[in-house]
T-cell receptor, first 111, second 116 residues
């Protein structure tokens, strides 16, 4: 049973525009969330995190929003750049234990 | 050093072979993880070591045997695998298993395993 879902397998965005990647979870005990980026033939690379005491966290071009009542989080990338083209995974955990990953969204940024 | 190094990058083995995957980190992290990832699927947690002791085993078949010889090394011993075990095996480490404030997983590049 998939506890973390990314319902969009792929997303294409023009360079300079906003990319919005979505993630839904079912376990209300999850209180810590991470986003990872993965290039082919490389391991996932940490991007940004958010804990359940916040509803927004920002780091440069990346912002993560958390809606606890909807059990939904999203990653916004503004402005999108061609180098952002990769697979993005969200991950959720209870107090930083046992991270559960979503299926990933493949982002393509078109120059 | 902010890397997790995994060897080999690629491994092909028969169902009767015994092989090992290796993982090394020098970041002083005290938790290390094995994940398995199949195509178009998310990474699935297999094992967690905390302070060199096995803390989580996600009901993984005994043909996979983890070992943590010291705080920097993590091995995954493979024996009598099945073709469906073919996957990307990812190692990760983090500062601690509990305490989410600083608990970010740092992943290696993975070992691509093919079982014939």
């Amino acid at each position: 049973d998939q506890q973390v879902k990314q319902n969009s397998p792929s997303l294409s965005v023009q360079e300079g525009r906003i990319s919005i990647l979505n993630c839904d979870y079912t376990n209300s005990m999850f209180d810590y969330f991470l986003w990872y980026k993965k290039y082919p033939a490389e391991g996932p690379t940490f991007l940004i995190s958010i804990s359940s005491i916040k509803d927004k966290n920002e780091d440069g071009r990346f912002t993560v929003f958390l809606n606890k009542s909807a059990k939904h989080l999203s990653l916004h990338i503004v402005p999108s750049q061609p180098g952002d083209s990769a697979v993005y995974f969200c991950a959720a955990s209870v107090a930083g234990n046992q991270f559960y990953f979503g299926t990933g969204t493949s982002l393509t940024v078109i120059p | 050093d902010t890397e997790v190094t995994q060897t080999p990058k690629h491994l092909v083995m028969g169902m009767t072979n015994k092989k090992s995957l290796k993982c090394e980190q020098h970041m002083g992290h005290r938790a290390m993880y094995w994940y398995k990832q199949k195509a178009k699927k998310p990474p699935e947690l297999m094992f967690v070591y905390s302070y060199e002791k096995l803390s989580i085993n996600e009901s993984v078949p005994s043909r996979f045997s983890p070992e943590c010889p010291n705080s920097s090394l993590l091995n995954l011993h493979l024996h009598a695998l099945q073709p469906e075990d073919s996957a990307l095996y990812l190692c990760a480490s983090s500062q601690a298993v509990t305490g989410y404030g600083a608990n970010v997983l740092t992943f290696g590049a993975g070992s691509r395993l093919t079982v014939l």
